[in-house]
């Protein structure tokens, strides 16, 4: 840990503050870097950013709190998040000043040159209401003819079996694309870049994006860019429940193609709409909830909570201090920790008991196919390889990524994309 001298001057940047309560979270926007902090935190740095020593910092914090500050634990913390660096100084018998640590380069952004006038444009007023307008009239479908929804069997297909799935891949990556492009352009609209990238919900494969800047607006100002996701995916299918209503009642005409791709698209839709409803993991409406309750780390802090209630009965575990979050914070943080458990047995019981049978008996029939080798049957072959790649790939890589995190948030010794460290 470094020690800072009473006559240092310390480099503090140009940081975002939002309050909330006795705390306040700062950020650096380009750096993608958020943080919470004490709310009597904040003094220290805006003394720091006057150009006071630490030494005068520490002691105008002294008078207005009547206590001493840890002044080296929280300035280390600070600096070594980039929020403050020591100030360039050259001694007088040594005409060279020391070198200071590298500046972290600002975050690349995706879809940068989308202007913010356009992103408000897209999730503006009038567009708003035409979402709800088409939306509603999907739902008035819906319980004028129920069996307009399709079922799972939409997607066992009889013939073309690879071609179909290649449909079905390219889509699911299509709408996972228009869905985060959803959250990027609801984002620009209050302000705040982001970028793309790819994550795991336990053994599940994800894109997700880094909308970490959200930290740096109003808390009313977040919910949009949160459920814009959602928001884009219940459009996208009322727009088919719609033109599929349109064709039962023969005001349409559809062409044979758009009928059978259709359902499975919508099906598709339906799956990832429902899935936003699994809390027990980082989907949109668990940030919908995290921040409507005002936690910085809803999901991080419930495990160390769930951790610590182990490390009563497992001496090997050690505790983790929790004592730094809000009483009302660790009211919702219990009770979200048995969401947190049943969502996990049943997640669990859905993999060993629906999963893997699913997987077992398509690997027996890879393999079997496989080890009959291309000569016999070359389109069969081809059909298998392409079929494993598809569904094998994706679930590995998804395993390992999960069980990477479970050794390093559970065995002893933190992205909303973004959630928040505390000091």
């Known amino acids: 840990m470094p020690v800072y001298e009473d006559n240092a001057l310390l480099e503090v940047s140009s940081f975002t503050r939002q309050v909330d309560g006795d705390e306040v979270v700062i950020g650096l926007p380009d750096l993608s870097v958020f943080l919470v902090l004490p709310g009597t935190g904040l003094g220290i ?5 006057q150009g006071r020593t630490v030494g005068e910092a ?3 914090y002294r008078q207005r709190h009547g206590e001493v500050p840890d002044m080296d634990d929280f300035l280390g913390y600070l600096e070594r998040r ?7 100084q050259a001694a007088a018998a040594d005409p060279e000043p020391a070198p200071l640590p590298a500046v972290p380069r600002p975050v690349k952004f995706h879809f940068d040159g989308i202007s913010q006038a356009v992103a408000k444009r897209v999730f503006g007023r009038f567009l708003l209401g035409v979402y709800a ?3 509603s009239l999907a739902v008035l479908c819906i319980f004028s003819r129920p069996g307009i929804l399709p079922g ?8 073309n079996l690879t071609l179909m799935s290649m449909f079905v891949l390219i889509f699911s990556y299509f709408m ?6 959803g959250h990027l352009v609801a984002a620009k609209a209050v302000g705040v870049k982001a970028r793309f990238g790819v994550g795991n919900r336990l053994w599940t494969m994800v894109a997700e994006t880094d909308m970490s800047g959200l930290w740096g607006v109003p808390k009313r100002q977040r919910y949009l860019p949160l459920l814009a996701g959602p928001l884009v995916d219940l459009t996208s299918a009322s727009i088919l429940v719609l033109l599929l209503f349109g064709q039962a009642q023969g005001w349409l005409m559809l062409p044979p193609l758009a009928l059978k791709i259709m359902p499975p698209m919508l099906f598709i839709y339906m799956m990832s709409l429902l899935w936003q409803f699994f809390f027990f993991v980082r989907t949109d409406l668990y940030y919908v909830i995290a921040t409507f309750f005002g936690c910085k780390n809803l999901l991080g802090d419930t495990e160390t909570y769930l951790r610590n209630c182990l490390a009563r009965g497992f001496k090997f575990l050690i505790p983790a201090d929790q004592s730094h979050i809000p009483a009302q914070e660790m009211k919702v943080i219990r009770a979200y920790s048995m969401i947190w458990i049943v969502g996990r047995i049943a997640a669990l019981w859905a993999l060993l008991f629906i999963h893997v049978p699913i997987l077992i008996n398509y690997f027996h029939l890879l ?4 080890g009959a080798g291309y000569r016999t049957n070359p389109r069969a ?4 390889l392409l079929m494993a790649t598809i569904l094998i790939l994706p679930l590995l890589l998804g395993f390992w990524l999960w069980i990477r995190g479970l050794l390093k948030n559970w065995i002893p010794s933190r992205l909303f994309g973004g959630e928040l460290p505390r000091q």
């Open 45 to 49: 740095l805006d003394d720091l950013a």
């Open 367 to 370: 393999t079997s196919i496989l």
């Open 381 to 384: 072959y081809l059909d298998a």
């Open 152 to 159: 799972s069997r939409v997607l066992v297909f009889q013939r």
């Open 176 to 181: 996972i694309f228009v869905h985060e492009m």
């Open 133 to 135: 307008v088409l939306i």
């Open 82 to 88: 980039a929020v403050l660096r020591p100030q360039r």
């Open 58 to 60: 520490r002691e105008l």
